[in-house]
């Protein structure tokens, strides 16, 4: 079955220093990544997305995700934090072309 | 503007009592989903719907049922049977390329609290 997990139920990073948010997978064939955004009593909003191609995916709001296919990983990360970055970050991974899977999610707070 | 709709943000219902989730899409996509957030638990898929009067099940649909008559509507009734309905109700919808999900968007959830 395929899977997503993220390792850290909460990253704490101050203001400008970079910061990681860690996933990694478990998916047959080519797997479809996604990285999602959520604010307290709101949907998700997409960040970014590994379909095939470049290992290094840049995203929205300046934050990038590194596909490691031999660590079945997809860490997001920005090299400098705001505070305004603060919120439950997903990973999730298309399962062959039915539905999302979703990790747990991370918090990610960011202090000034 | 494009995008998706969930009504209402707040419901309340008595235990035992059948309630609907709105959702309603206008972004011309083809699938439609149904997720339940819960603190601690990520989204867990309830059903999906890939075209117009078909849909699956996703991990924990016991105790939910939908239905997709038209492409632009994902209507979810909690029944009385589900145990804790008392939850974020996420809907989502996706266009299919190559069989592959695009980015999902999402609406903005209704919390459904049950007493």
């Known amino acids: 079955a395929q899977s997503v997990a993220q390792p850290e139920d909460q990253v704490n990073v101050a203001e400008g220093n970079p910061l990681t948010v860690k996933c990694t997978y478990s998916?047959?064939?080519?797997?479809?990544l996604f990285w999602y955004v959520q604010y307290p009593n709101r949907g998700l909003q997409f960040l970014l997305k590994?379909?095939?191609?470049?290992?290094l995916v840049k995203g929205s709001y300046g934050f990038e995700a590194e596909f490691n296919k031999s660590q079945t990983s997809f860490h997001l990360k920005k090299p400098s934090a705001l505070v305004s970055d603060s919120a439950l970050y997903f990973c999730?991974?298309?399962?062959?072309?039915?539905?999302?899977?979703f990790g747990k999610g991370t918090t990610l707070s960011v202090s000034s | 503007d494009g995008g998706i709709t969930q009504s209402p943000k707040y419901l309340f219902r008595k235990e035992g009592q059948n309630v609907t989730l709105s959702c309603e899409q206008n972004?011309?996509?083809?699938?439609m989903y149904w997720y339940r957030q819960d603190p601690g638990q990520g989204l867990r898929l309830i059903y999906y719907?890939?075209?117009?009067?078909?849909?699956q099940k996703g991990d924990i649909a016991e105790g939910y049922s939908v239905s997709r008559e038209k492409k632009e509507s994902f209507p979810l009734t909690v029944t009385s049977a589900q145990k804790n309905p008392t939850a974020f109700y996420l809907c989502?919808?996706?266009?299919?390329?190559?069989?592959?999900?695009?980015?999902?968007?999402f609406g903005n959830g209704t919390r459904l609290t049950v007493t």
């Open positions: 989502a919808s996706s266009m299919m390329v190559g069989g592959r999900n695009s980015p999902l968007h």
């Open positions: 998916v047959s064939g080519n797997p479809y």
């Open positions: 590994y379909i095939t191609g470049d290992n």
């Open positions: 999730a991974v298309d399962q062959a072309g039915t539905a999302l899977i």
């Open positions: 972004l011309n996509h083809d699938a």
């Open positions: 719907s890939q075209i117009v009067n078909d849909f």
